[in-house]
């Protein structure tokens, strides 16, 4: 065979595609008792959007993308996330005009060029929601609770929720520069990459994978412990409304956004049952934006969740997926008669919303009855000359081995009497 996928890509085949309807129709169901409408956006979009929104100074922009020169030498980029996007078309169309807060949420593939390993996909797969146009904590708990109210939904046994502050454009510039110094007085210790960004990007020195800048930076000042006023009631008014939520989490000050319009909330959901790549979503507050793309101030918040991830950890805890059904019925053709029989029938049972299936290689009845087996057929039946001249044939419910005769011009009636039983 000449053609494979491209490495960190993957298909999607039965039965696992039925793994992925089912995850997203229960995630769906989700967003819809939250009240977030579906928003779906381009696969590619202007490169310069992605570097504004999401930082030139981020792994993402700085290495990952997938960017490319169309023919009109315009550079486009493969979407690597989704809350850039999002607000690019909030701003586009107006959408805050019509109401004060716009819920939005998506399910869409994304792309990095990373390192391909367990759990990390060049092609990978996103839910995420988006909350745009209020400050207020109680949004932020909104869509905590959203995130975590999918897992527990799915009844993930251990997600570890943990937030914290990342103050504001008033309280960060002070903080930054406490750590900086902190930092200066363990530089050498430090990784090449921490080092590197302790001019760039110091907060993400704290959230670093490498235990030995953890070790150094243990006792670093937390932003958590410097914020301003408003910034220190907004957090305490979060934990408030995730307790009223009866939401579990827990305050980690090491989780940051390293970026400058990343404002407040920052929160993490991981899970002990992924391994080293143990983060399900992450997500917070951005309320700087806005403004960053061009647009008028527009707070917002939101998360962004792996499905891959989901999935490791549904398949990882057992979880019970449900079977991809067979047809309801399998009609064998026993003859020529049979067969022209089948497919009328198998057409109008179709229509008349009852999956059916036939044979299509001229099998003898033993194989068409062993295929009927195969594809875990609720009901077969043998249809032939002799039924035909009858108008009756006998109806065999596969699993238990019962069977009913029913009347051949009212197939779809007696099928449907004898798929209602329990
Ligand atoms: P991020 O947009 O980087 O904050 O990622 C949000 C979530 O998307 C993560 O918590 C993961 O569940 C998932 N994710 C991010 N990158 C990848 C990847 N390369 N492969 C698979 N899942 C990913």
Request: proline share 5%; hydrophobic share 40%; with cysteine.
């Amino acid at each position: 065979m000449k053609f494979k996928s491209i490495k960190g890509t993957r298909d999607i085949l039965p039965p696992e595609s039925r793994q992925w309807q089912y995850a997203e129709q229960i995630i769906r169901s989700r967003m819809a008792l939250f009240n977030y409408r579906e928003i779906r956006t381009p696969v590619f979009e202007e490169t310069a959007l992605f570097a504004r929104g999401i930082g030139e100074l981020t792994d993402i922009v700085s290495k990952e993308m997938y960017t490319f020169t169309d023919r009109s030498d315009t550079s486009l980029t493969l979407k690597p996330e989704m809350t850039a996007s999002v607000i690019r078309a909030y701003l586009q169309h107006n959408l805050g005009e019509q109401q004060p807060l716009t819920r939005l949420f998506y399910i869409a593939p994304m792309f990095r060029q990373e390192r391909p390993q367990a759990g990390r996909l060049r092609q990978f797969h996103q839910f995420g929601a988006e909350a745009i146009g209020g400050r207020s904590a109680a949004i932020d708990a909104d869509v905590i609770a959203l995130a975590t109210e999918i897992y527990r939904s799915f009844g993930i046994l251990n997600p570890a929720l943990r937030i914290n502050s990342v103050g504001c454009h008033l309280c960060r510039p002070a903080y930054k520069k406490l750590l900086r110094e902190f930092l200066e007085q363990v530089r050498d210790g430090l990784s090449p990459e921490s080092q590197r960004r302790i001019e760039l990007n110091p907060l993400r020195i704290l959230d670093s994978k490498d235990d030995n800048d953890n070790r150094l930076t243990a006792s670093a000042p937390l932003i958590k412990d410097h914020l301003c006023t408003e910034c220190r009631e907004h957090f305490a008014e979060l934990q408030e409304s995730l307790a009223l939520a009866q939401v579990p989490f827990l305050v980690d000050g090491r989780i940051v956004r390293g970026l400058d319009y990343y404002t407040r909330t920052a929160f993490e959901i991981t899970s002990s049952d992924l391994g080293s790549q143990d983060a399900l979503a992450g997500g917070g507050r951005y309320d700087l934006l806005a403004e960053e793309l061009g647009g008028k101030p527009t707070p917002a918040v939101g998360f962004a969740a792996g499905i891959e991830r989901l999935l490791m950890v549904l398949n990882q805890q057992k979880h019970d997926f449900p079977e991809e059904p067979g047809p309801s019925v399998f009609i064998a053709c026993a003859d020529a008669d049979g067969r022209r029989f089948a497919a009328r029938a198998v057409m109008e049972l179709r229509r008349s919303g009852i999956s059916a299936e036939t044979d299509y290689f001229s099998r003898s009845l033993k194989a068409q009855m062993r295929e009927a087996d195969r594809q875990q057929a609720v009901v077969a039946t043998v249809i032939g000359a002799t039924e035909i001249a009858d108008n009756r044939c006998t109806l065999k419910v596969m699993k238990t081995g019962e069977t009913r005769q029913t009347a051949l011009d009212s197939l779809a009636g007696g099928l449907k009497l004898i798929l209602s039983r329990p």
